[in-house]
């Protein structure tokens, strides 16, 4: 059934991501946290305004330039939104920097960690300095001046920039009045000085620092006037028609390197900067004064996320520790295909190590009974066991088969060369299929056994990814449930064949499935509710943005279904409405891990269903994606995911959010003694109590 609702029933996109983006830096408020860590959500949520004005902002920006007028279920125009997240975004920067200047670096100061501006060098940290510019910057500069033979250069995606302002004749005579000298990437940002020049354990310089100190070496005979430095933020969307393409990936080849130069979206500038350059950027970028951000401050500082790796201060960062591995896989050397075969495995990431699925994919590789390996690729990361054991096993002459994503979204060139090297050594790759995303996260092996052939497969929320399973809160489910072993064989078909679509025995799956035995599962508690039956839903997801589910949720709230959502991100519902949704709670969980689990529960009647996915209640996901939704089948392993994954969060009073019906965001205080924090227990129930070792 469409929905029905009216627009004002739900709430706005891309404001809801910039509220998300206040909810992190509240992180970086919190005294309550590690200084170092405090830092990381500074960097982390510049680096999160980076990708929303490369994507969301430039998707806007692109709708009205092609005279759009559709609006999403808001009823919010792309222009009356574009207005709206311009003057929130130029808040939630000035307050970042205010935080910066005003809270972050005279604390890490009183550490010993300095920041040491130009204006308060001493004769031999200029001697240092000047030292290191002519040795390792000036080599690598090429400053331009603006002229009719030499026109303003092409700027990259987000790089470091300085306009300068001059005054003199050149060699040549000429009169130039200004120049453009850009920071190349292969120069640090950051650069630490030995204790004994800097005075402190820890003192940084920034190169933006260096680089205006003596700006005057690079423009011999001529006065500097001013030096400012700026970065562009550009449209990163790829304009790839898979459709049109005979092959996808060498057409992607050729449109990646154009990314760094699309549109511009966002220009920031330092806070002196003269009025005659900012008017001379605006004009060559094609920006208004609305997309303009002056900052006191680095224009970057995303980059400043590598200090807390250049200090080693334990007692500025979080806690230490070593991930758990469950009993049955403790023993070294443990036969993964023996253990499975036993019971189903539930890992519980980062709480949990992610060798397991490591250990699982090697010995497959080297095992002789092994005769195949599938498995999908989403985000894998350019240096990857798991992939290093794909192309070994297909040089052992296994049947090596790897759907790989080539449009996950800034990891397309490390998928291309994943593609390339998989290819050398016969693997069959492919890329899914045309229009869909695929972000199903799938393995599976296909073993000989007593003259059989077995399947055991692996299926997970998050990406087969080593770095971001210490980062990433996520579930993963070895099994050789034979059902759901040949739904998985069937979508792996799907993704590599032709045919149309079967119905599956356990799995839900986008395009398909997904979305309708979603709603049906809803509507089925609202069924209960309306017979007298208790009834509740909880669910656990990144982002809730599609309407029908929302409208589903809504009806379920208004016939007594309980319902309590956990969305770490953007969620268009608004809870809490009397006549609405008063039977809805919405909480957004943001701590030391990134909350990434999808996870979706269903009283139904104590039937308790409980599944894992890929997917998040987007359009995106049950639309236009490859995706996987399974059950957890093994009445031990549903428990663990209830307790660990859903009450615990439910819990939750410390790194809790809760979320009122105009979208606004409450940080729960606990009492002390009450205190509960979802993560924090999970490290202690699941983590490992003996060796430390970093996160």
């Known amino acids: 059934m469409p929905n029905t609702f009216a627009p004002q029933q739900f709430l706005n996109r891309e404001l809801g991501q910039l509220e998300f983006n206040r909810r992190v830096l509240a992180q970086a408020e919190d005294a309550t946290i590690p200084l170092l860590e405090r830092l990381k959500y500074l960097c982390i949520g510049s680096s999160n305004l980076d990708e929303f004005f490369e994507i969301r902002v430039a998707g806007l920006m692109e709708q009205i330039k092609l005279g759009g007028i559709s609006t999403g279920a808001d009823g919010m125009s792309a222009h009356h939104t574009l207005k709206l997240v311009r003057e929130q975004a130029h ?37 240092w300095l000047k030292a290191y510019f002519f040795r390792e910057v000036m080599p690598v500069l090429t400053p331009i001046g603006l002229d009719p033979a030499h026109p303003f250069p092409r700027v990259l995606n987000k790089s470091l920039n300085f306009a300068v302002e001059l005054q003199g004749k050149d060699a040549f005579g000429r009169n130039s009045t200004r120049a453009i000298v850009q920071a190349p990437r292969v120069l640090p940002r950051t650069i630490l000085l030995p204790p004994e020049i800097s005075g402190c354990p820890h003192g940084f310089v920034f190169l933006s620092s260096i680089l205006h100190a003596h700006v005057g070496e690079l423009f011999s005979g001529m006065e500097v006037l001013g030096c400012f430095q700026f970065r562009v933020t550009r449209n990163s969307n790829l304009f790839v028609d898979e459709e049109e393409v005979k092959n996808l990936r060498l057409s992607l080849q050729g449109e990646l390197p154009q990314r760094h130069f699309g549109d511009a979206v966002r220009l920031e500038i330092a806070d002196n900067c003269s009025e005659q350059i900012e008017a001379l950027l605006l004009k060559e970028f094609k920006l208004t004064p609305a997309d303009l951000y002056r900052v006191h401050g680095p224009v970057n500082l995303v980059r400043l996320m590598e200090i807390p790796g250049m200090v080693e201060r334990a007692d500025l960062k979080f806690a230490e520790f070593v991930p758990g591995v469950p009993g049955v896989l403790q023993k070294k050397g443990a036969d993964m295909f023996k253990v499975i075969r036993k019971s189903d495995v539930l890992l519980h990431h980062p709480y949990q190590s992610f ?36 192309i070994a096993a297909a040089q052992r002459g296994k049947e090596v088969t790897v759907v790989v994503e080539l449009l996950a979204r800034f990891d397309e060139e490390a998928n291309i060369n994943w593609a390339n090297r998989l290819e050398e050594v016969g693997a069959h790759v492919v890329y899914g299929v045309v229009g869909h995303k695929t972000h199903a996260k799938m393995l599976m092996v296909v073993r000989r056994e007593e003259g059989k052939l077995k399947r055991y497969v692996h299926l997970g929320t998050g990406n087969y990814h080593p770095r971001t399973a210490r980062l990433y809160t996520d579930f993963g489910l070895f099994t050789c449930n034979e059902e759901i072993c040949a739904d998985a064989n069937e979508v792996f078909s799907q993704l590599t064949s032709l045919g149309r679509a079967r119905t599956l025995n356990h799995l839900w799956q986008s395009p398909f499935s997904l979305h309708p035995e979603v709603l049906r599962a809803i509507h089925n508690e609202t069924r209960l509710a309306k017979e007298g039956k208790k009834a509740h839903i909880i669910a656990k997801m990144n982002a809730l943005l599609e309407p029908d589910t929302i409208a589903a949720l809504y009806e379920a709230s208004q016939a007594g279904v309980k319902v309590d959502l956990i969305v770490r991100g953007v969620c268009a519902l608004r809870p809490g409405v009397a006549g609405l949704s008063e039977n809805i709670r919405v909480r957004s969980i943001i701590g030391r891990f990134l909350e990434h689990t999808r996870i979706f529960y269903f009283r139904n009647d104590l039937a308790h269903n409980t ?18 939704c399974f059950p957890i089948l093994d009445k031990k392993l549903k428990k663990r995911v209830i307790d660990e994954g859903l009450k615990a969060y439910l819990q939750d009073n410390s790194q809790a959010w809760d979320m009122d019906g105009n979208g606004q965001y409450r940080h729960k205080q606990p009492r002390l003694a009450a205190k509960k924090c979802a993560q924090n227990e999970l490290l202690t129930l699941l983590a490992s109590p003996t060796v430390k070792i970093t996160a």
């Open 91 to 127: 808040q939630l920067i000035e307050h970042q920097y205010h935080l910066f200047n005003t809270e972050i670096t005279p604390a890490l100061a009183a550490q010993g960690i300095k920041f040491l501006r130009r204006t308060h060098w001493n004769e031999a940290q200029q001697a």
């Open 355 to 390: 060798k397991p699925v490591i250990d699982f994919i090697q010995q497959a590789a080297s095992d002789p009974a092994v005769v195949a390996i599938k498995q999908t690729v989403y985000r894998t990361g350019a240096d990857s066991a798991l992939m290093e054991a794909l």
């Open 611 to 628: 599944y894992l996915a890929s997917a998040d209640w987007m359009d995106r996901n049950f639309f236009r994606r490859i995706e996987v």
